[in-house]
């Protein structure tokens, strides 16, 4: 589709839908209460009340309404507790992929010339340019807060921006799906218009930034909640009117290239919109079938406050004990008194009739049910049962069993490194080549598609490692160029050489026992003693 036209529904059809399964999402990964609150009951209100208290109409809407959902009876005052749950599920995700970011390598027959040579000794000036723009810190922090957003939402947008007056160089941007309208063919991004909203009051602007084939065109309206408005001058609102010098008639910047800046990156495929044409290529959250979970795991442990609060001990006194305030006053019993006196009441003399209660606090029943949702999280979103700690069951469990669970993560982790592949470098060839024309002489260019590399596992257990390493050692299934290699696997051949070198220097140089046969002589028969 183009630009919306005037006063139309927005966000526009299918992906009406679309959003409001991001809002949902959206919600758990900020921790937002007040939103999960007004999602899960539909409404600020109830269809009607019985006896003061808020009620929906219907079967479902009676059995299947949430813990955040449920109405607070007039009057009562209830603590609900909520777990991050979902926002460290996106940071797991994160961190399994981006914390030993991936590098974005050009091919050695894609550099020329006098460059070839370089690579010998060091990085040619493309691959130096390259490494500016998708392998920088700059990047590689980018590369976690999409690791995040992805998962939380089910895919982002890559981008490559460029603005002369802040950076001599184009750089990669992330934008979250919630606020992007792609437009697929084939299963294959064509187009996409990601937009950026200012609110006053009952007022929206919309900076709405279209992404196609050699161009980038710009637009602001001015609508209300659910419709775009109408179109206004860029120069209506500051943070679009410099954008108003670099259009052109058209109110759209020409890249010069033919390829999209804009690279859609899942996070898995999709399965509840398969069926649902340009849905099915929108991507899957991690957070897809889990909102009942959540929901359960803070009911739990606003039930486990609940009982600490109520943990608290009491004592029930008789009404004769009460110190009287006054008429209309009522009474009052001091906690600090030392010493009774008899009261004149029913029972036995002298005995003060005062009951202490004190309720159970269940942490035992309480740890136990968190910890199984916590499993049943992972274990749906892929991940190992360790990821966040041990939640195994108390039963014995084999290595392999052992083995086979932590697993899970990994497997999880090649399967969404398979979509970051191609999204990175995808949208680094075409910054690359963006860079050439902007930036002309320092690197830049059109090139292949670059490749990228992510490092076999992102977290290795140094202590399993060196188990490893010893075994090996012990076994001597490995020689000691493998066991520099295993336990620095970011090293460069070059230094894996040296610190080889280097171990046999200091050991000193012993012969291969499987084909030593014994010291020379110091003077061989066939040679005669030398002339002193």
């Known amino acids: ?20 399964a991001y809002a949902e999402n959206e919600a758990w990964y900020l921790g937002d209460t007040d939103a999960l609150e007004k999602i899960y009951r539909r409404a600020e209100q109830g269809d009607y009340s019985r006896r003061g208290t808020p009620m929906r109409g219907g079967i479902v809407g009676t059995a299947s309404r949430m813990f955040w959902g449920r109405p607070v009876p007039a009057g009562q005052t209830r603590t609900r507790l909520h777990i991050p749950a979902a926002a460290d599920l996106s940071t797991l995700s994160s961190d399994l ?93 064509i187009a996409c218009t990601m937009w950026t909203e200012y609110q006053s009051g009952s007022v929206f602007w919309r900076h709405l930034e279209r992404h196609e084939p050699g161009r980038i065109e710009h637009a602001l309206y001015q609508g209300t909640a659910d419709n775009v408005g109408r179109r206004i001058p860029l120069e209506e609102r500051p943070e679009t009117a410099y954008l108003a010098k670099m259009v052109d008639g058209d109110s759209a910047i020409l890249t010069g290239i033919t390829g999209l800046t804009a690279s859609y990156n899942l996070n898995m495929p999709t399965r509840s919109w398969r069926k649902k044409g340009e849905l099915a290529f929108a991507g899957r959250s991690d957070y897809a079938g889990l909102h009942p979970l959540f929901d359960a795991l ?37 906690m600090g008194q030392e010493a009774f006196a008899g009261l004149n009441m029913p029972g036995e003399v002298g005995k003060l009739a005062m009951e202490k209660v004190q309720f159970d606090i269940r942490v035992d029943e309480h740890e136990a049910t968190a910890f199984a949702l916590y499993r ?50 995808e949208q680094s060839a075409v910054a690359l080549e963006l860079d050439g024309i902007l930036f002309p002489g320092k690197g830049g260019g059109y090139f292949e598609r670059p490749t990228v590399v992510f490092p076999d596992v992102s977290q290795i257990d140094p202590e399993k490692l060196a ?58 028969p066939d040679q005669e003693e030398p002339t002193p």
């Open 467 to 524: 188990r490893t390493i010893q075994l090996l050692d012990a076994a001597g299934a490995a020689s000691t160029r493998r066991k520099v290699e295993l336990a620095n696997a970011d090293w460069t051949d070059a230094q894996v050489d040296e610190e080889t070198e280097r171990i046999r220097t200091d050991r000193g140089t012993v012969p291969d026992p499987a084909t030593f046969t014994g010291f020379e002589p110091i003077n061989p």
């Open 376 to 425: 049943e999280i992972l274990r749906a979103s892929g991940f190992s049962q360790s990821a966040w700690g041990d939640y195994s069951s108390g039963s014995a469990q084999t290595a392999t069993e052992v083995n086979d669970r932590d697993k899970a993560s990994e497997r999880t982790r090649a399967k969404k490194t398979l979509y970051d592949k191609v999204a990175i470098a």
């Open 97 to 189: 992929l981006f914390s030993e970011p991936p590098e974005v390598q050009l091919a050695v027959a894609e550099v020329s010339g006098a460059s070839a040579s370089i690579l010998v000794a060091g990085p040619s000036k493309e691959q130096q340019r390259l490494d500016l723009i998708a392998n920088s810190d700059a990047a590689h922090a980018m590369f976690n807060t999409m690791g995040e957003l992805k998962s939380a939402l089910g895919a982002t947008v890559i981008t490559s921006a460029w603005d002369t007056d802040v950076a001599d160089h184009v750089w990669l941007e992330c934008t979250a799906v919630d606020v992007v309208v792609p437009e697929f063919r084939k299963g294959k991004l």
């Open 1 to 20: 589709m183009a630009l919306p036209a005037a006063n139309t529904a927005w966000p526009p059809a299918p992906w009406d839908l679309a959003y409001r």
């Open 298 to 334: 803070d009911e739990c442990m606003s039930s486990w406050m609940r009982d600490l609060k109520l943990g608290g001990g009491k004592i029930l006194v008789p009404d004769a004990a009460l110190q009287s305030n006054g008429i209309g006053a009522g009474g009052s019993f001091d």
